[in-house]
C-alpha cells in the first residue's frame, strides 16, 4: 500500500511566523502535490512537482513555496504565516501519467492565530 | 461554464436505498476519470476509478458517458457507512511546458445514510 505521511496532524503557529510542513512518500512516486481544502472551496492545488528539484506552481501559490531535494520528500514553506492561511493541508503522491490515481496524506490542520 | 459540476447536496437516504449521483465535466480532452471518497476531517482516499465501458466494485458502480460529458457513481444497499463526501476527480493532458496532467476535482457531493 502507498504510504503517504505528514510530519504533524495539527499545527498551531502565530502570525509573521515561518512554517514548514513535510511530506514524505514510500512508493518512489515521480509526482508530489501540496492542496489546501477549505470549506466550500474544495481542493486547490497550491504546487506540484514531477521531479526531484522540480516545482510548478499550482492554482494558489501566492505565500506559499516549496521544495523538493529529495524524490520522497516534498515540502510546503509559508515564509511569514497569516491568519488567511489557516486550513486543512493535504500532500498527495502519484506515479504520474493520466491513469495514475493521487493518492493522499493524512493532513495538517493548520490554525494561525 | 465550471470545468466541474457537482451536486453537493446533502443527499439523505435510508439504509439500503439504491443512491446516484453524476459529476459533468466542461473538457472534452479529459481522459481519465476517479472517484474519491472523503470522511469528515480525513483526507480524501480512492474509492475506485472510471472506466469507458463502466465498471463495479460490490456495491458501488461507476459509469462514464463520454457523448454527455458526465460519470456518475451508484451504491446500492447503502450502508451507514457509506456517510460521506464524494468527489470525482478528471485528469487530461497537461498544456504548455508542464508535463503534468491537469486534475480537476469536484467540490463534493455529501451523502448522508440514515437507520
Known amino acids: 500500500d502507498v504510504k503517504v505521511t505528514q510530519s504533524s496532524r495539527y499545527l498551531v503557529k502565530r502570525t509573521g511566523e515561518k512554517v514548514f510542513l513535510e511530506c514524505v512518500q514510500d512508493?518512489?512516486?515521480?509526482?508530489m502535490f501540496w492542496y489546501r481544502q477549505d470549506p466550500g472551496l474544495g481542493l486547490r492545488l497550491i504546487y506540484f512537482?514531477?521531479?526531484?528539484?522540480?516545482?510548478e506552481k499550482g492554482d494558489i501559490p501566492e505565500g506559499y513555496s516549496v521544495s523538493r531535494e529529495k524524490k520522497e520528500r516534498f515540502s510546503l514553506i509559508l515564509e511569514s504565516a497569516s491568519t488567511n492561511q489557516t486550513s486543512m493541508y493535504l500532500c498527495?503522491?502519484?506515479?504520474?501519467?493520466?491513469?495514475?490515481?493521487?493518492?493522499f496524506g493524512n493532513g495538517t490542520r493548520l490554525t494561525v492565530t | 461554464r465550471k470545468e466541474v459540476e457537482q451536486d453537493p447536496g446533502p443527499f439523505n437516504v435510508p439504509e439500503g436505498a439504491t443512491v446516484a449521483f453524476n459529476c459533468t465535466y466542461s473538457?472534452?480532452?479529459?481522459?481519465?476519470f476517479f472517484w474519491y471518497r472523503q470522511d469528515c476531517r480525513k483526507e480524501p482516499k480512492l474509492l475506485m476509478s472510471?472506466?469507458?465501458s463502466g465498471n463495479e466494485d460490490g456495491r458501488f458502480t461507476a459509469q462514464l458517458n463520454r457523448a454527455s460529458q458526465y460519470i456518475s457513481l451508484l451504491i446500492r444497499d447503502s450502508k451507514l457507512s457509506d456517510s460521506a463526501t464524494y468527489l470525482c476527480?478528471?485528469?487530461?493532458?497537461?498544456?504548455?511546458?508542464?508535463?503534468?496532467?491537469?486534475?480537476?476535482f469536484g467540490s463534493g457531493t455529501r451523502l448522508s445514510i440514515r437507520p
Open positions: 498527495a503522491s502519484s506515479t504520474g501519467g493520466l491513469y495514475s490515481p493521487l493518492h
Open positions: 512508493m518512489d512516486h515521480e509526482n
Open positions: 512537482s514531477y521531479d526531484v528539484k522540480m516545482k
Open positions: 473538457n472534452s480532452a479529459s481522459q481519465s
Open positions: 472510471v472506466y469507458s
Open positions: 476527480v478528471f485528469f487530461s493532458s497537461g498544456d504548455g511546458d508542464s508535463s503534468a496532467s491537469k486534475i480537476i
